[in-house]
């Protein structure tokens, strides 16, 4: 069975940092995209972050560029996203999946499930930034 456990979420005031953990279990993230991906109350889930785990390659959207760092760890199959400079409106349910097809179109930032017979998605969890 393959499960994706994101952790590291909480309670932050506004300018202070957290670090998200996804770690993996039935899936080796060698070879793959991972993503971060966040959803706020009443609002659509939206691409945060994704790296290749083959080049070390990543991405981000422009609404975290500068203050957002992902990186990976493959001997322990496990993906962070660090976040630094939090504002309230990076209030949301944060999710690791993976694989992902990731980059930039048009200078766009995207992340999309990248096939193979495979789409996982970890539970999640809730970051919340007070002002």
């Known amino acids: 069975e393959v499960q994706l456990q994101a952790s590291g979420g909480g309670l932050v005031q506004a300018g202070g940092s957290l670090r998200l953990s996804c770690a993996a279990s039935g899936f080796n993230f060698d070879g793959y995209g991972i993503g971060w991906f966040r959803q706020a109350p009443g609002k659509e889930r939206e691409g945060v972050s994704c790296?290749?785990?083959?080049?070390?390659?990543?991405y981000y959207a422009d609404s975290v560029k500068g203050r957002f760092t992902i990186s990976s760890d493959i001997a322990k199959n496990t993906v962070y996203l660090q976040m630094n400079s939090l504002k309230p409106e990076d209030t949301a349910v944060y999710y690791c999946?993976?694989?992902?097809?990731?980059?930039?179109?048009?200078?766009?930032?995207?992340?999309?499930?990248?096939?193979?017979?495979?789409?996982?998605w970890g539970k999640g969890t809730q970051v919340t930034v007070s002002s």
């Open positions: 790296i290749s785990s083959r080049d070390a390659s990543t």
């Open positions: 999946a993976a694989p992902m097809s990731c980059g930039y179109y048009n200078g766009n930032y995207y992340a999309i499930p990248a096939g193979y017979g495979m789409d996982y």
